[in-house]
């Protein structure tokens, strides 16, 4: 229907406020027209008086009774030198109901009492008093018949009321067609681009291109051209991230098979009586076995599958003893010292290799980024805990992370550190920490270095929960 449109109950509103307006000017016109029209008839009775007085009182009855007639009145008295005179009279049918002074009525007089005319259908016999034209005397009176006044004001009411209603209509019609024109049009544009969006997101020509020229809808526009810009991107990045999953399954799972045909291999070199295989076989043995644990965890999160942490009271200085050998290991000649200040004694509740996969990522992360600014650097490890929770902290003296690794970090494929990073590794690393209740923060990253705030909650019950 025509006014559950935006359009058509601005019509109605319009129609509505003219009306208004118009009966606010209504009111005070009537009042006005009313005192016109009694000023009108003193005229009218004052230059019958002067022709009876210019005839020094010789006049025929018919005659005084025309002048009467003509000026609308019953009688007419005049005060001329202080004195009151009866010039013009005739016969009053009836008492008089009220008197009227004009001299110094002001709207709050002459509004109610015109209100008061039009509703009160009797006629009535009133007496009005005004000042002579151009100074004829004191003051003059007459007595006259109500029926006619109220005839006059319901002609001129109506003749208001019908332009009124007619400057409504034009109005309203001239602004429906205008809002029509410059607000429901571009509205219905706006809706039909989000209606054909919303049919194929992906596909990024469905994009709506601002065009109103209005501000405010050029603002909305504008908004939703951003928010549909993202979500296209979002919904790419979700494809690509589908592809890359059924990928990496693909690969995992033929790196599972070589991997354990490593693992046979290694086993046999554990039993080499020489030295330096004895104390490097059980290391390879313990990150073949890791690679294989994150292949069959890969080939699971594929399925929608994935595990929750084993949640285990391990020793964090072995972890951490662990990975900073492997990492100093691939650091290889690069001047890249490594600081480790973690209690002997300090035991936490977690997974172990997840825990392990999470400060393999922070650290590697650091080391790479001293090593692509080719100087010496440091990366430290400290531990503590206190009656709520463990934390860690991985520092580094390195370069910080550029501005779109601060932008996007945590996000997979946009939060990468450096030049040909996927960024996965942090947010790999954050989620694994949710996982066990914690959250992974970044303090600070600048020229000076970077630092990363682990924290696992220590409540069992809190942290099996959010495991599961």
Same mark, same amino acid.
């Given at each position: 229907?025509?006014?559950?449109?935006?359009?058509?109950?601005?019509?109605?509103?319009?129609?509505?406020?003219?009306?208004?307006?118009?009966?606010?000017?209504?009111? +005070?016109?009537? /009042?006005?027209?009313?005192?016109?029209?009694?000023?009108?008839?003193?005229?009218?009775?004052?230059?019958?008086?002067? #022709?009876? !007085?210019?005839?020094?009182?010789?006049?025929?009855?018919?005659?005084?009774?025309?002048?009467?007639?003509?000026?609308?009145?019953?009688?007419?008295?005049?005060?001329?030198?202080?004195?009151?005179?009866?010039?013009?009279?005739?016969?009053?049918?009836?008492?008089?109901?009220?008197?009227?002074?004009?001299?110094?009525?002001?709207?709050?007089?002459?509004?109610?009492?015109?209100?008061?005319?039009?509703?009160?259908?009797? +006629?009535?016999?009133?007496?009005?008093?005004?000042?002579?034209?151009?100074?004829?005397?004191?003051?003059?009176?007459?007595?006259?018949?109500?029926?006619? =006044?109220?005839?006059?004001?319901?002609?001129?009411?109506?003749?208001?009321?019908?332009?009124s209603?007619?400057?409504?209509? !034009?109005?309203?019609?001239?602004?429906?067609?205008?809002?029509?024109?410059?607000?429901?049009?571009?509205?219905? *544009?706006?809706?039909? #681009?989000?209606?054909?969006?919303?049919?194929?997101?992906?596909?990024?020509?469905?994009?709506?291109?601002?065009?109103?020229?209005?501000?405010?809808?050029?603002?909305?526009?504008?908004?939703?051209?951003?928010?549909?810009?993202?979500?296209?991107?979002?919904?790419?990045?979700?494809?690509?991230?589908?592809?890359?999953?059924?990928?990496?399954?693909?690969?995992?799972?033929?790196?599972?098979? %070589?991997?354990?045909?490593?693992?046979?291999?290694?086993?046999?070199?554990?039993?080499?009586?020489?030295?330096?295989?004895? *104390?490097?076989?059980?290391? %390879?043995?313990? /990150?073949?076995?890791?690679?294989?644990s994150?292949?069959?965890?890969?080939?699971?999160?594929?399925?929608?599958?994935?595990?929750?942490?084993?949640?285990?009271?391990? /020793?964090?200085?072995?972890?951490?003893?662990?990975?900073?050998?492997?990492?100093? =290991?691939? #650091?290889?000649e690069?001047?890249?010292?490594?600081?480790?200040?973690?209690?002997?004694?300090?035991?936490?509740? #977690?997974?172990?290799?997840?825990?392990?996969?999470?400060?393999?990522?922070?650290?590697?992360?650091?080391?790479?980024?001293?090593? $692509?600014? &080719?100087?010496?650097?440091?990366?430290?490890?400290?531990?503590?805990?206190?009656?709520?929770?463990?934390?860690?902290?991985?520092?580094d003296?390195?370069p910080? =992370?550029?501005?779109k690794?601060?932008e996007?970090?945590?996000?997979?494929?946009?939060?990468?550190?450096?030049?040909? &990073?996927?960024?996965?590794?942090?947010?790999?690393?954050?989620?694994?920490?949710?996982?066990?209740?914690?959250?992974?923060e970044?303090?600070?990253?600048? +020229?000076?270095?970077?630092?990363?705030?682990?924290?696992?909650?220590?409540?069992?019950?809190l942290?099996?929960? $959010?495991?599961?």
């Amino acid at each position: 229907m025509l006014f559950n449109s935006l359009s058509g109950r601005f019509l109605l509103l319009t129609i509505a406020f003219v009306m208004l307006a118009e009966v606010l000017i209504f009111v +005070p016109s009537v /009042a006005r027209f009313r005192e016109d029209y009694l000023l009108s008839r003193l005229e009218r009775a004052q230059i019958a008086s002067l #022709a009876l !007085l210019a005839t020094e009182d010789m006049i025929e009855p018919d005659l005084e009774q025309e002048l009467l007639e003509n000026a609308g009145v019953f009688n007419v008295v005049l005060r001329r030198d202080q004195a009151r005179q009866l010039v013009l009279s005739s016969p009053i049918p009836e008492p008089v109901y009220e008197s009227y002074d004009l001299r110094n009525a002001s709207p709050l007089e002459l509004v109610p009492d015109a209100l008061i005319r039009l509703a009160d259908p009797t +006629p009535r016999i009133i007496r009005v008093i005004g000042e002579p034209v151009r100074g004829a005397g004191l003051l003059i009176e007459v007595t006259m018949d109500t029926a006619p =006044l109220r005839g006059a004001m319901i002609e001129y009411g109506l003749r208001i009321l019908l332009l009124s209603a007619v400057i409504s209509v !034009l109005t309203a019609l001239l602004l429906f067609l205008a809002v029509q024109r410059l607000l429901v049009m571009p509205i219905k *544009r706006v809706v039909r #681009a989000m209606q054909v969006y919303a049919e194929a997101p992906e596909d990024a020509r469905r994009i709506i291109t601002p065009s109103a020229g209005v501000r405010e809808l050029n603002e909305a526009e504008t908004t939703l051209q951003s928010l549909q810009t993202e979500l296209t991107a979002a919904l790419r990045q979700k494809e690509r991230l589908a592809q890359l999953g059924a990928a990496v399954a693909k690969i995992s799972h033929d790196l599972r098979n %070589i991997l354990t045909t490593a693992q046979l291999f290694t086993d046999r070199m554990a039993a080499s009586e020489d030295p330096a295989v004895k *104390r490097a076989a059980p290391k %390879i043995v313990r /990150a073949i076995s890791r690679a294989v644990s994150l292949c069959e965890n890969t080939l699971a999160f594929g399925k929608a599958e994935e595990p929750p942490p084993r949640l285990d009271r391990v /020793a964090l200085a072995a972890i951490v003893n662990d990975v900073v050998d492997s990492e100093r =290991l691939s #650091a290889g000649e690069t001047d890249i010292s490594f600081s480790e200040d973690v209690p002997a004694g300090l035991t936490l509740r #977690a997974d172990p290799e997840q825990l392990h996969r999470v400060l393999s990522n922070l650290i590697r992360n650091a080391r790479q980024a001293i090593a $692509a600014s &080719g100087k010496p650097g440091e990366i430290g490890i400290r531990a503590d805990e206190d009656e709520s929770e463990w934390k860690i902290l991985v520092s580094d003296t390195g370069p910080g =992370l550029p501005p779109k690794a601060r932008e996007h970090l945590f996000q997979p494929f946009q939060g990468g550190t450096r030049k040909g &990073g996927t960024g996965l590794g942090l947010a790999i690393a954050a989620d694994l920490i949710r996982g066990h209740g914690g959250r992974l923060e970044l303090l600070h990253t600048g +020229p000076g270095g970077t630092a990363f705030s682990l924290r696992l909650p220590k409540g069992a019950a809190l942290a099996e929960a $959010a495991a599961e």
